[in-house]
């Protein structure tokens, strides 16, 4: 599976950016799909995931309300909708996949298989 990333860009505290990640080479559909993210100087942490069927989503406490992921099958793509932007969520994203037989949602970095290229997503105040 290849992961592409995009959407990231500068906003300004408060603002809106979708990200996205197209998927090719394997079955989408069977993966469960999480974005992580790193800052300079920080551990890349998780920000929010999604179970293979879509039924499932888990969210980082911080972004919780703010942040919205969603998955389109039919394009193999997974979205991570970042609305009232804080400086705070100033990093590079990444997007993740991996297989699951259960439609869970993974959290943890090292489960995931395959990783896309990062996008950078610039909150200013």
């Known amino acids: 599976v290849q992961l592409q990333a995009s959407g990231g860009g500068l906003v300004q505290a408060g603002g809106s950016l979708r990200l996205s990640c197209a998927a090719s080479?394997?079955?989408?559909?069977?993966?469960?799909m999480g974005w992580f993210r790193q800052a300079p100087g920080k551990e890349r942490e998780f920000v929010a995931g999604i179970s293979w069927n879509g039924n499932n989503r888990y969210y980082l406490d911080s972004v919780k309300g703010r942040f919205t992921i969603s998955r389109v099958s039919a394009k193999d793509t997974v979205y991570l909708q970042m609305d009232s932007l804080k400086v705070e969520d100033t990093a590079v994203y990444y997007c993740?996949?991996?297989?699951?037989?259960?439609?869970?949602?993974?959290?943890?970095?090292?489960?995931?298989?395959?990783w896309g290229q990062g996008t950078q997503v610039t909150v200013s105040s």
């Open positions: 080479g394997r079955t989408f559909s069977s993966y469960a």
């Open positions: 993740a996949g991996t297989w699951t037989r259960q439609a869970i949602v993974v959290v943890r970095d090292h489960e995931y298989t395959y």
